[in-house]
Structures are given as C-alpha cells and as structure tokens.
C-alpha cells in the first residue's frame, strides 16, 4: 500500500466531519459509517473514473438487477492503528482476490487491482480519524459490489457500482456464543455459489438461524447438504474443533467459504507447534469426542469477530456446553493474529500492510 | 379484485403520462415501466400506508441490508386486456401465496392480502392504457420485497420495501431455445431456498449460463445439485418432457418453484385428455427416450413465456434438435391457458380475475 497512487481517483470531501457524533465507547457493529465513501461505476464495458465522496444514501431505479436477482458481492476487511498512529491492513491481497473471485462466479466484472487498492488507501487515510487505537478497535472496510441496470430481465447487468464503505467497530460478539448443528436446512449446494462472499448466501440463513434462536442457538453450523454428516462452516466463521490436543477444520470447497482469518489460523496454529487436521469431520466424530471428553474446544473464525469462542452446541435436540479450559487454542491464537494485525508483534508471514 | 377496496391507500397521481413516448411494437422485456409503482414500507414492526405514487428511483443508504445479503424475493404476474377493454389476472391469489411463502424462508414478514390486491388493483385501474389489447400482449406486473434498513451485519432487517412495478410486455422470447442440461453448477441445495423467488436463486445462475451461452444454448436446465442425475427446473421456467404421448416434469420440492403456470400445464393437459406424470426424471431417461425417438417435445412453462418450446439441447459437450412435430402438446396447451388468460374462452377452473 505504500507504492505510488498511479489512479487517478476524483475527491469530493465532506464539508463537515460526523466523528463528534459517535460513541466510540458503544459501536453497535455495522451500524454507523465513516465520513467518506469510495464509488466507481462500470458501465459501457469498463470500469469509470473512481471517486470518494461524502457518505451519502444511492439513488437506483426499483427494477435495478440488485434488487431482483440479488447479483451482489462483498469483502470484509479491518484497518487498525498501531501506537504510533500507524494504519495497517490485514492480507488484503486476499480479500482483492477473493472479491473478483466472488464476482467471476456471479457474472460480475473484475474490479482492477489498482483501483481498489489505490481507492482504498485514499480512503482510510482520509478518513483517518476514525480508526481508533486500542487492541480490539478498529475500522471495519466493506468493498462490496452491485447490478445497477435497469430492468427486470433475469439476465447479467450491464452495469455496476463498486464501492467501499467504512463503519468504526469494537468487536463482534457480545456474550457467549452457542451453536446449532444443521439437521435439515442448508446454506450451499455442490456446483453452487457457496464458496463466494455472495448476498445470495446470507439471507437464506436467516430463518434457520431465527428458528435456532429460538432454541438458544445465536448461530448455525451449517452440514453438507446431501448427508447432513459433515460439518462445514457458520455462514459468518469458519470453524474449528479441537478434538485432543489437534485442532481440525474441513478442506474449503465451492460451498464453503475460503477465509482469511480461516487460512490465517491455520498458518498461526502449525507457527505455535499446534497440530492441524485440514479433513472432512462428520458430526458423528465431534459427537463421539464430546461424549468421551475429548472435544476441548469448538471456534470461528472471521474478520469480523477474528476467532470466536463457542459455549456450547445442540444437534437434533440435543445439547452440550463445551468444558472451561486453560490454555484455549482460540485464545492463544487470537492473540497472536492480533499482535500481528495491532504491529505488536514480528510479522513473519508477511500478513500486515502498512496504509501510507 | 372486484370486491371493494378496504385499504386506505395515498395516491399521488403522475404529473404527466410517459406513454406517448414507448414504442408498444418494440418493447424489450422488462425494460420499460409503467407511470406509477405501488410502495408500502414496513417499520417499526408494522407495515406502514401502502402509497401509490409516480414511478421513480429509490434511495438507500449504501449498507441496506438488500445490497450485503440479499434479503429480497419477487413474484412474476400478468395482467391482460380483452376485446372489451376488460381487464384480468390470471390465479393472482398463488401469486400472493408465494411472495408470502418465499418471504418467509427469508426471514422477511409476511404482506396483508388486502394491501396486496386493492395495491394491485389500484394500480391496474390506474396505468390501466399500459395494458394493450391484442393476443400475447399484456402487463408485466413485478411485486417484490427489499430489505432496506441501514447497516452491514449479517441478521435480517428491521426495515422493508413491499413494491410493484409494472412493464408492458409482448412475448418473453424470440427465437428458438435450446437448453444445456447441468453436469457440473447447481441451482440450489435441499434444505435450501431453491422453491422460494429469492433474489438469491438468480444471480448464481448468470455465469453458468453464460458458459451454455458460448456452447450455443440460451439457457440451462438445472440437475439435483447432489448427483446430477435427475432433471429439475430451468431457474426462469418449470420443464416438462414429452415422452411418446406422456407428458412428464420433475415433482416440486425445496429446490424446485411452485410454478403457477406449471401447476396450470398439468391441470390443462389433463383437461386436454393428455397423461400427465409427476415423477422424478432422470437424465438417462430423456437421453435414451431421444436416442429411441420417443422424446417429442421439452418445453419451459413461467409466467413470462407461457410456455416456451425447446427445439434442441445439450449433455456433457453432446447436442441433440428436436424433431419438429405436428399437435405439439406446447401449442394447444399454451393456446389454451392463453385463451383463458384473455377471456376467450369459458374459464371452469375459475383461474381468470377481472379488475374492476
């Protein structure tokens, strides 16, 4: 990020800062945005001129694609500030990737890797201010995605908005986290979409994780669809289970999602001489290891929440709260990503991007 | 529709009519809109005045819940006019059931049965000179359902956007259609949300479409997304396979649309003295059914087409044309349920609505 800025990007600033206006003691997440905005449209064949202009609400026609055919993507990404006022990002390469990835396989154009990087330096170091220091602080980045033409017509847009838009955020989960295991709904298909950050993948979530509530879940393990035997991931958090002393998640696929703080873990966990299974798990495994005591942890992980501690689990009626323990790999592993991402620590992967 | 309007409904009229200016003999599907659009907001808990008020852009903010998670459905109708200026709908009640069942597997409340036909007959009586009288002419009539509250976390929305636009339409296809039938990509999971008209079933579709395009096929029919081996639906049309003087299509499920118009084909060609099956039906099958000379006809039913013949398809890089065949099952079915669509003849199912 700190190479020259080549794209010419047109800057409208705002004529007035929100900042004064936030608690940033008690952010809800997602819920409140930064002064600025970035936008570039796509539209007869290529990418416009990029701008950043003051966060402002979007005017599309009713019949615009997004809101029919839900031709949509998004990235989630994190900028945090270091003591000394140093902005850094987290493997942003992969989210660029990961996006245009996304997009191919909904039939949306790739955005250029200049643009979006030159976009979003220009962005954070204008909005600047509102990433606050702190280990846990940090400023939310959403690029994301949307069909804009015009006309009810199931077929691909001709037109697009790429944008990224900024939201303050402390951390993602309040209180304990316990999770059902899919017994009937499903998140993803075979030959599907699964695997990509698509709107289409979350809102269907939504009604089984409604009915999981219901229950005391607060979220869903999502299972294969055919069998409904292997585990796959949360919907928002891939996951883990500490069977013993090995730490196991299943191989990414085109129905589950390949995420960086996944592949990140996996990397910290091999790096503090942790035991890691890349292997298909069936529900029957981490039923058994639960009944003779060796399933010690279950985590997600996530950008947002970055690895999130789960209490407890139900299947089919049942349920289990996890054992207290010393040691946690999800702790221990959270820390060090963080050390990394907050520049408290040696950065051997080469993960942390300094904004400059 | 003929019972009295129990809804208190705002309307602000359109200052001036857009109507002179659109070529009725040249209409490109799903392009053009009608003078006015019915909008009803849900908030706080409740959904608001419906309003009827001059087509026009939206505006939301940039992290409305419909652009990240695709919290959105939509239902496909038609309003046709009869040599007297009459003016029907064909089963608009399984219109309104659907967009109610879609709704609900996406976590979005259910919309009032009364704000939903005095809203659509409001609005008919209203852009009633969009509807043009002529056989295959009509209005294309589109309620759908956003998921408009700000913010970016992945629950679902407090806030919604129940909507109909209107968009005059002549017939959905031109030219002959061939179709690729899946081996790879998938439409939906079991367990998913492939049945409801989620804006999520569609934009998945575009990619592998794009890649029948280039084989030189229109569109795709979609395969069970765990073997591939049993046909299923064509994502904008319900399929039916003739089979020596048999008519077959797949059972619905999960994963496959409750069409209107497929439920109208089988009760119509039954009433036409043809053998309908309601089965699973493999690939294999339709292959050897073809390689036999028994496979006659495979033709799409969707509100858009009707009824859309398929004159030839694909599998696994082969390709087959359809014999051209006299007292095709597709035209006298199709002339029929069109007959009763535009008040042509008697309508003993009770499936024609007139609007008044």
Known sequence: MSKETITKIEIEKAATSKINDVDFNNLSFGSIFSDHMFVCDYKNGSWQT?????????????????????????????????????????????????????SKRLAIP?????????????????????????????????PFVIATEAGVSASPSSEYKFMIICSPAQS?????????????????????????KAA?????????????????????????????????EAGTMNVFFRIGDKLVTCP??????????????????KDLNIEVEVRPIKVAEVLEANKNGTLKEIFGSGTAAVINPIAGFGYKGDKWELPKIENSYA?????????????????KFGWRIKVD
Chains 1, 2 share one sequence.
Do not use: C
């Open 172 to 196: 993602y989960y309040g209180g304990e986290v316990r999770v059902k295991i899919a017994d009937h709904y499903s998140r993803a298909a075979s030959g599907g979409f699964g695997f990509a």
């Open 252 to 269: 990414i696929s085109d129905r589950i999602l390949d995420g960086v703080t996944r592949k990140s873990v996996i990397t910290m966990a």
């Open 331 to 347: 702790k221990k592993i959270k820390e060090a990503i963080m050390d990394i991402q907050y520049n408290k620590a040696e950065d």
């Open 50 to 102: 990029p701008k950043i202009i003051p966060y402002q609400k979007l005017m599309l026609d009713p019949s615009a694609r997004v809101f029919h055919y839900g031709q949509a993507v998004f990235e989630g990404m994190k900028a945090y500030k270091d003591d000394e006022d140093g902005i850094w990002l987290f493997r942003p390469d992969e989210n660029f990737l990961r996006i245009n990835k996304s």
């Open 200 to 232: 289409g993948n979350y809102a269907g979530q939504f009604y089984p994780t409604n009915i999981a509530k219901e229950e005391g879940f607060q979220q869903v393990i999502w299972t294969d669809a055919n069998t409904h035997e292997y585990l796959e």
């Open 110 to 142: 790739e955005f250029p890797e200049e643009y979006f990087f030159d976009g979003l330096n220009t962005l954070l170091k204008l909005d600047n201010k509102w990433i606050k220091k702190g280990f846990g602080n940090s400023l939310y980045i959403r």
